[in-house]
């Protein structure tokens, strides 16, 4: 066992989620992290309904708190002032109470809300509770389809390396170099202070990533505008197939609470999003994020190659690739799912997401192989994921090489897939 981790329990993972309670809503982690974030809350709500279901429900609700008037449900909400993180709410400068960033994150939400509205034990809370978030999940994802896709392409537009989720991929580093940077944060950086330097990202990413915070602030934070004028705009492969999965599943949450106005909307774009996939397949079969203002697409393969059967998106041809793929990676990482390609020149098993292995994309990943009936590798991923966990405990992200814990120490979303996966006693 890495030193300091302690063994963990089903109880010990309720105790976490406990502890980084604020009161409806739940911090990733009390130093690094001590505000709301977004698809980290709809991870966390999965982990509450396993013991606290009306807790679960709050988690969703305090989020959209947050939702501006055009839709988009911000990455983090700053519900109450806090030290220790940099960029706080004056960083941002946008105009929203409670206060928020001005960017967005992976879109789980839906996909949480129809699994606590379909495992409830309170259905008729459920159904009146899921009935209010309804309006609001489907003005978040419009936002995606409309303001994110102004020429309607199917492929919806990232905007920052963060609203990604998945902040340092070697995917944003040509994106990103594009960016001159006009500010120098070096020294208003707190990350370094909870988390070694050689987990985190380099001084250079974040001069460059708080130009683009510069950049959308200079123009208001007007959604259109930023969409088709920031110097960084990308379809991530990620956002994409999880946004495609969640529209799925608010489709099935419209029908089964009724309203079929919204289910045909939710439809349409479907529809639109299963045609563009096509757009994001790489010459060798594989998926990648594409750069929206050169046509690249990325030179790295990263986890999200397999989102696309989270998100139902592919043929059974194209899953057993998939699988073959899983299959090579596996031979070169011994826990799986490493966050870039172990073969990728740039990998990096300790630095954020170019190698380390997070347990909310492995769940996700797990889901996808199950769901195309590869549920031998669905289950070699949650062993893993169980093995993570217990050698180095609830950490943020783990080393594929040798399952050292790494980043952020009791970590939500490690704690909340640790319940709702059942990955320990
Ligand atoms: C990091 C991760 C992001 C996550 C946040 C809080 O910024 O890259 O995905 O939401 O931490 O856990």
Redesign the pocket.
Known sequence: MTKDATPVTRDGAREILKANDRGGYTV??AN??PFQ????SAFVALGFQTFDEPRAWSELETLFSGQWDDGMVP?IVFHRPADGYYPGPAAWGTHHTPPTSGIS?PPVAASAALRLFRAARDAQAARQRAQKLLPKLLAWHRWWHEIRDPDRSGLVTCVHP?ES????LPDWDAPLAAVTPTVDVSALRKDLTHVGAAERPTHDFYNRVMTLVEQARALGWNGAQIARESEFRVCDLGIQCILLRADRDLHDLAWALEDAAAATEVGHWIARSDAALTRLRADDGSFRSLDLRTGKLAPAITSATFLPLYARAVDQQTASALAELFERWATKARFAVPSTDPDFAGFDPQR??RGPVWLVMNFMIADGFAGYGFSEIASRIREGSAGLVRQSGLR?YFDPRNGDGLGGRD?S?SAAIVLCWDLVA
Do not use: A, K, L, S
């Open positions: 990733p982690n690094v992290y974030w977004n698809w980290d990455h994150q963060w989720g998945r902040d340092n954020y997401w943020e970590f979303w």
